[in-house]
């Protein structure tokens, strides 16, 4: 993985004790070394060519990486090999309207021996427009495989940076490196973040970065007509170079849109007000808080990308039976909130606004467990489909290619045991740009999931984890304990700076029939990074995988130790 920042740093942080190995994951042909260059059959299948529309019993045929035809009566070329499909349903690829899957974070600049605060250079100030994220992404991240294992197969993916940090682009997550971007320079990323060193530099606020951008926008404006008269009238003065103006012309003549990160509704509404003033082209991105902005963003013609991060339920499923009457208005007033998180999908589907997913800040263990929490609180199960596949595909303009399956689009799909959003399907396949990858399925219990006797597992008590990284093995002691309705946890781990072991409290511990989820956080070199551990317990053995957001998956096994049953 080509880390752009500081290597020393990076291996003193948690990976340098805990980087697990990637070979581990149990999947038999993680790396889509069979591309689908001839003709393949997918036969007798559920297939589901666009939300509420389906065939049964039909055949995908593949050609050269592309779909050749689709039916329940499609001939079969005898040069096809043919892949029976009995029982499995058929899917289009999912789409990620704006993520950082694999992207890798540019070196913070050196400031200048007569750097000035109020009056940055771009760079400094975290406006780097210019920059295209392809020379920041790194295809092989182990990032890719954990969002291309749950269905994933494109992604615009959105550079790092301050508060306009480059240009994204859109890629498979099938084709080797060279063959994988499906377009290129396709928004202008925008944030209201400062640079690295932001504090107490120009510009610092949010109403600094919006004076900022308005600046930024009508001198682009003035650069790019002068640029035009120029080419087309003798006697102008040539016009001066500015790499910061000049990658905002794209966007002066709606080429392309601006995709703006926002947090809250009153990110929205200073978004939109930008919009409003200067009339490009907007996407939303990470949209929270739309309950009071749905009819501003409607009259804005501003589309969405919804955030498939969720906040964390632990608060909202307390019992407030005991609480003191301050704690029970506090406790409900999370809860309200926490209900209004888990409805923005409805409201939108309510409001006709056709909304896509951004997988920003989201963990691939928890997604399907969040559209699912989507969809018990009102969104439907075609609107849910729609945002991962063809409403992110009509946002993003690459409805030609994919979002559905049709003939002549890329051979872009997820093949699961079951219906989608059944808790109990699987993910068996991915075909991504032609490429296939498949997964072994999780075993089942054969009592919904539950432990012996149709129970839930005991996880309390003292397991011992392993990990098994190319430099050899580490782990350490999970313990845990439950007080009153909750559990709760401590987790030792090696200590980056080498100091023996450390330890962490476990956070939001949860278990869901045999599924265990739990996060911890490592300090490291001065940051915090949280990690997110998510897996089956069978019995006494624990089987699942650590996840750090920014830097992949990697394996985690645990066994519990004996006698504990009674803790």
Not at 414 to 435: C, L, N, R
């Amino acid at each position: 993985m080509n880390i752009r920042f500081n290597q020393k740093v990076f291996c003193s942080l948690f990976f340098l004790a805990l980087c697990f190995a990637v070979s581990a994951f149990s999947q038999s042909d993680p790396k889509g070394e069979r591309r689908v260059t001839g003709t393949y059959a997918l036969t007798n299948a559920t297939v589901i060519t666009s939300p509420g529309k389906s065939i049964s019993g039909a055949t995908v045929l593949i050609k050269n990486g592309l779909i050749e035809g689709i039916g329940s009566d499609i001939k079969i070329p005898s040069e096809a090999q043919v892949i029976t499909m009995d029982s499995l349903f058929i899917y289009p690829g999912f789409i990620d309207g704006a993520g950082n899957t694999g992207i890798n974070k540019p070196a913070e600049p050196e400031r200048p021996a007569n750097f000035d605060p109020s009056y940055p250079p771009d760079e400094i100030a975290g406006i780097t427009p210019w920059r295209n994220v392809l020379d920041y992404f790194d295809s092989k991240s182990t990032q890719v495989q954990d969002w291309r294992k749950v269905g994933f197969t494109v992604s615009q993916i959105i550079p790092d940076g301050g508060m306009l940090p480059g240009k994204s682009s859109i890629v498979t997550f099938g084709g080797k490196e060279s063959s994988n971007i499906l377009a290129q320079n396709t928004s202008l990323h925008a944030r209201f973040r400062s640079s690295g060193g932001g504090r107490g530099m120009y510009p610092g606020t949010q109403m600094g970065m919006m004076a900022k951008f308005r600046d930024l926008y009508k001198n682009a404006e003035l650069s790019e007509k002068h640029h035009t008269l120029f080419a087309s009238t003798s006697g102008i003065s040539r016009p001066e170079v500015n790499k910061t103006l000049e990658a905002f012309f794209p966007v002066l003549n709606k080429k392309i849109p601006i995709t703006f990160e926002v947090s809250n509704d009153l990110e929205i509404r200073r978004v939109l007000s930008l919009k409003n003033e200067n009339g490009f082209r907007l996407i939303l991105v990470n949209v929270a808080d739309v309950e009071h902005v749905i009819k501003e963003i409607k009259e804005a013609n501003a589309q969405v990308l919804l955030g498939l991060k969720l906040p964390n339920d632990k608060t909202a499923s307390t019992n407030l039976e005991d609480l003191s009457d301050e704690m029970k208005a506090r406790t409900q007033k999370i809860k309200d909130a926490y209900q209004k998180v888990l409805k923005q999908a409805s409201s939108l589907e309510s409001a006709g606004i056709p909304f896509g997913f951004t997988t920003i800040g989201a963990n691939p263990n928890e997604m399907y467990k969040n559209i699912r929490l989507m969809i018990q609180n009102g969104l439907s199960e075609d609107a849910a489909l729609a945002a991962l596949t063809i409403n992110t595909a009509n946002i993003l303009g690459i409805q030609r290619f994919t979002g559905t399956i049709e003939k002549g689009k890329l051979a872009n799909m997820v093949i699961m045991t079951g219906p989608i959003f059944t808790e109990e399907s699987q993910v068996k396949h991915v075909i991504a740009d032609g490429y296939i990858f498949d997964y072994e399925l999780k075993k089942k219990s054969g009592n919904g999931g539950a432990g012996e006797n149709g129970k839930a597992p005991n996880i309390v008590g003292i397991w011992e984890y392993t990990s098994d990284t190319p430099a050899g093995s580490s782990g350490g002691i999970m313990e845990i304990k439950k007080e009153g309705e909750h559990l709760k946890g401590v987790i030792s781990y090696d200590d980056p700076a080498g100091n023996g072991k450390a330890t962490s409290e476990m956070k939001n511990i949860s278990l869901s029939g045999s599924n265990l989820t739990f996060t911890f956080n490592v300090a490291a070199a001065g940051m915090s990074l949280e990690v997110s551990v998510n897996g089956d317990v069978n019995a006494n053995q624990f089987s699942g995988n650590m996840s750090l957001t920014e830097y992949g998956s990697f394996p985690l096994n645990a066994t519990k130790r004996p006698n504990q049953s009674n803790q």
